[in-house]
């Protein structure tokens, strides 16, 4: 059954000539039962002055269809009087708003908020800008293109953390452009109700939360984003919500047994600390269906991360995930078709799949997923879990290691109803979710009372790093940086507590300048100009050389990257000395060493015949045929 859009024109604060209406679906909260229900607003300026309180307009009931219920009223601002001298009440800027439900049962429940909301004040507030203009985008913007699948390099982003807002990062796009990105996939911008958090427990879900900016600001993010060749993927999480989400909580409030949008549908991994959110609810599929729509249509994103899938997933011909993706999909076709302005940054040309990114993280099955839904990519954790192990002294998981980064098993084409979609897996040694790969080779405390969450990884032992990085990024798939480790940022993650989402870690960017942080950089970028400019890595197939005794046992591994007449191989040295071993190269002639050149490149090499070939230890050799 697909979804449908919410009638947005009607939902949350829609403003109108200096009067402002609020709609609100409230399914089995009726008049008729003795329920009231209440908006209150105050002017930003004035909501922490103890002389002024917030206006409160009494709802008007009504029966809407699809989802019954439904409450309303205008409040007329612009140029009304205020009700004490020195109130900004009546003026332009931004409003924060509430509502209140009185119930004969349970009394009155204050501070609910409004799950339409396009703008959000502190903690749990709603908010709204009186003589909001939309943003004007750049001419450039009708000419954007999101990348095709396998040309992506994806840089995962914390806003808190990067720039700190959006303003700040916004900056940051020539760096990540001239680092060799090309999209970047950022940690929710949903509004949650704490300061500082990840944003995986959201509250509010279609708008930009209050800790980063305005929705101007996000928009003018995007828009230079695009300028500099960088997609952006922001994550949705959609499988389970925060206690303070309007939906949760006025119904858990109101001590209904029921509730027409949460409850349990598949997995309940946040149920100690968030709530599930229940797909067999036409309200929650239509809401979260019109969510991804307004972030592809108002904030020209190009695509979503779908974070923890298990919540959602009810398999391939489910109403959960799969049914979600479909029809996101169904929309940027229909709207492509239709010649709506901007969505042709989809329109691969004719005949080309069409370029929206729709990545699940579904750790259990990301094979599965790829196979039976309209996803395109998935983020999977077998490449990392192995590299792991290696990084961590067990050279029996190098063959599991080369095996996935070669994605064997995943499909790289699905035609599903006459839909031709690509697809691919994510390529990471590092994200949100776990410490820095570098804490693999030692940790240090500079903690002067070892509190175990100032943990870091051993900085001097950087150059351990490389042979992963290397691989990482001229493997199969669609490599994805973690933001800093490009230079080496160094802290360790708890695997479980509070800890690991209430402390804010902005990037150490003194790391950039230091010794660690100047090789790594310098390696990344070259590892991605290669990628770039080697057609073969980017799109080409995968061959591993899973020979323990002549490689393996020796810490190395080797693999080969190919396209037609087109020729990589990749050689690692994972372990503490050099290694020279033979090579049979399938192709005659000379090749080039890209990570150094000169005396590097091979000269004459004789097709299946023996080469010996040097490799450093804790680096790696890239040789490409001329």
Known sequence: MSASLLPLGTLGAVENNGAVTFGL??????????????????????????????????MTHSVRAPYGDFWSVTAPIAGTPPAVAGSAWGRGGRYVYRYRI??????????????????????????????????????????????????????????????GDLERTRELMAYLSDL??????LMPLSNVAASVDWGYLPIGY????????????????????????????????????????????AYTRLRYHENPFMGPFAKDYFSSF????????????????????????????????????????????????????????????????????????????????????????????????????????????HTFDAAKSVARGDRGRLADWGLSLGLFGYPEQETTNGDVIPKTALQYLENHDHERFICNFGLTNPDEAGNPLFLE??????????????????????????????????????????????????????????????????????????????????????FFFNDWERYLARGLMLFARYEDARYTLVAVNTGDT??????????????????????????GIAALRPTLLTIPSHYGRIWTAL
């Open 25 to 58: 679906w409230l399914p089995w909260v009726s008049a008729a039962d003795g329920n009231a229900v209440t908006v209150k607003l105050i002017h930003e300026q004035d909501q922490f002055l103890q002389s002024i309180a917030p206006r409160e307009f009494s």
């Open 274 to 381: 968030g709530k599930s959110t229940d797909f067999a609810r036409p309200l929650t599929r239509d809401y979260f269906f019109s969510v991804n729509h307004h972030w592809l249509e108002v904030y020209h994103v190009d695509g979503f991360r779908y974070d923890c899938v298990p919540n959602y997933w009810d398999g391939p011909l489910g109403v959960g995930y799969a049914s979600l993706v479909y029809d996101t999909y169904q929309l940027a076709k229909s709207r492509i078709a239709a010649g709506q302005p901007f969505w042709s940054r989809f329109d691969g040309g004719p005949g080309a799949p069409i370029r929206l990114i729709q990545c699940a993280e579904q750790l259990e099955g990301p094979e599965e997923v790829l196979r039976s839904t309209y996803s395109n990519s998935t983020w999977q954790n």
């Open 457 to 542: 990884g051993n900085r001097e032992r950087w150059y351990m790093v490389q042979p992963y990085l290397i691989a990482t990024l001229m493997s199969k798939g669609i490599p994805l940086l973690w933001q800093g480790e490009e230079f080496g940022e160094n802290y360790f993650l708890p695997d479980f507590g509070a800890g690991r989402v209430a402390l804010l870690r902005p990037l150490r960017w003194d790391f950039f300048y230091d010794t660690p942080g100047q090789q790594l950089i310098t390696l990344v970028r070259k590892l991605l100009r290669i990628r770039a400019r080697r057609p073969q890595i980017r799109r080409g197939a995968y």
């Open 206 to 249: 279609f708008g930009v939360d209050e800790r980063f900016g305005k929705r101007s600001d996000f928009q003018q993010m995007v828009d230079v984003a695009h300028q500099h060749g960088i997609a952006v993927i922001v994550d949705g999480v959609y499988g389970h919500a925060g206690v303070d989400f309007p939906y949760f909580d």
């Open 102 to 163: 009185d119930n004969p049962n349970v009394g009155s429940l204050d501070w609910i908020g409004d799950p339409c909301a396009r703008e959000y004040g502190v903690g749990k507030l709603s908010a709204f800008t009186l003589g909001y203009q939309p943003y004007t985008w750049s001419g450039a913007e009708a000419t954007w293109r999101t990348p095709a699948l396998t040309d992506l390099v994806v840089y995962e982003v914390n806003i808190a953390e990067l720039g």
């Open 180 to 185: 060799g990105v090309n999209a970047i996939e």
């Open 578 to 603: 050099d290694q020279t071993v033979p090579f049979w190269f399938p192709l005659g002639g000379d090749y080039v060493e890209e990570l150094h050149g000169g005396d590097l490149g091979l000269k």
